[in-house]
């Protein structure tokens, strides 16, 4: 049995995903620090539906018999925790039951990477609208029920969903809230109480490393990766993709690149997207590893305009990294609300009319442009060496309890 009495639990991996970066960091710099427990991936996660369909019946056997086999396990070796120093991430990836006994057993902390400590959604945002949702704070949930919203990235039930929330309100006084900013820390008080226990300690990912010593303003520009606007976010409205959308019928001269194909985004969006009026729009099924980086770097504006109360972005700050030209919305209680305005483009999330001012007039300005680079050159510099000892910062935290 480890002997650490500190530990570090998250139902995701270490992956390519957002907390799976922030995982891969913690598990490469951990230097024993922590006992880090999460679900190990015995075989390549493909949906099981996919094989299937495909008739592989022995590698889909495999698959689920691995994820049975794995979630027994994680489930086993975090049940037996008592007396423990423990940070939570994602605590609804971890399962509902397992988190409620963790907290009453143990001296627990929730490191919090999104909006899921009050919104069932984890992404505080309605479909249609381009501001953040707040109407669940402090813990009233009947726009949810009324609304009937879906649970995410867990697709609990949305009763079941609730009643965790409420517990986890409950049991506030038994937690402390580790927050990525000082928006944040604003947001877990309002939710909760004044004086609940907050401490900030920002966040850095494994892909922010290789950034560090890079050669950030010698880039050759590849021709083949060339497009005027790039939006650097998931498929999803609440980070933005109906909005670049909009944005990109308005300005038909310019080019545009989401990274998701057309289909998806047609799926997710229904009538609000018309082929006929994206022409100009590039829809390719890349991420990060497999070009969406050459695009960021070779595109004149990197679009990152999240319409919920964000916390700390990858994708915002590899866009101040490998571009620095980059247009973002400041939503109530996000990150971006709270960075210099000197280093990025404002854009006004209900008045398209003025963002579509705003962008022709910093995409036809070349020295506007150098100088939003130069400050968030500068910026971004200094947060990368503020925040690459987050290990010692969250052991830090417990300390001070």
């Known amino acids: ?103 009453k057993n143990n001296k627990c902390y929730i490191y919090i990477m999104d909006c899921s400590f009050f919104c069932v959604k984890s992404y505080n945002h309605i479909e249609g609208s381009f501001n953040p949702c707040l109407l669940c704070i402090g813990g009233n949930y009947k726009f949810a029920e009324r609304h009937n919203c879906k649970p995410a990235p867990v697709k609990y039930k949305l009763n079941e969903n609730i009643i965790f929330l409420k517990k986890i309100m409950a049991l506030s006084k038994n937690i402390t809230f580790i927050i990525q900013t000082t928006s944040h820390a604003e947001l877990v008080k309002k939710h909760f109480r004044n004086d609940v226990k907050v401490y900030k300690v920002g966040i850095f990912t494994d892909d922010f490393i290789d950034s560090i010593n890079k050669h950030r303003n010698v880039k050759e520009t590849n021709s083949k990766f060339n497009v005027d606007f790039v939006y650097h976010g998931a498929a999803i409205e609440a980070k933005g993709l109906l909005y670049v959308i909009n944005i990109a019928s308005k300005l038909k001269q310019y080019s545009f690149l989401v990274p998701a194909p057309y289909e998806r985004c047609k799926k997710i969006l229904g009538d609000k997207i018309e082929e006929k009026d994206v022409k100009n729009i590039l829809f390719e099924d890349i991420h990060w590893e497999s070009s969406l980086k050459e695009y960021v770097i070779n595109s004149k504006v990197v679009l990152c305009p999240s319409l919920w109360s964000a916390s700390i972005e990858g994708a915002l700050i590899k866009s101040f990294i490998f571009n620095g030209v980059v247009a973002s919305v400041p939503s109530k209680y996000s990150f971006v609300s709270a960075i210099p305005k000197n280093i990025y483009c404002e854009l006004n999330s209900t008045d398209l009319n003025e963002t579509i001012k705003v962008l022709t007039e910093l995409i036809d300005n070349n020295k506007l442009r150098s100088n939003l680079k130069s400050e968030s050159q500068k910026w971004v510099n200094t947060y990368l060496n503020e925040n690459s000892s987050i290990v010692k910062k969250l052991k830090m935290v417990l300390k001070y309890e």
């Open 1 to 103: 049995m480890n002997k650490n009495e500190d530990y570090i639990i998250c139902g995701y991996p270490p992956s390519d995903g957002g907390v799976g970066r922030l995982m891969r960091y913690l598990v490469k710099h951990n230097h024993e620090n922590f006992c880090i427990i999460y679900p190990k991936e015995f075989y390549p996660k493909i949906e099981l539906r996919t094989l299937s369909k495909k008739k592989l019946y022995l590698l889909f056997l495999k698959n689920k018999y691995s994820k049975i086999v794995n979630k027994s396990i994680f489930n086993l070796s975090i049940r037996r925790l008592k007396s423990k120093n423990i940070i939570l991430i994602h605590p609804q990836t971890i399962g509902i039951k397992n988190v409620i006994k963790l907290i």
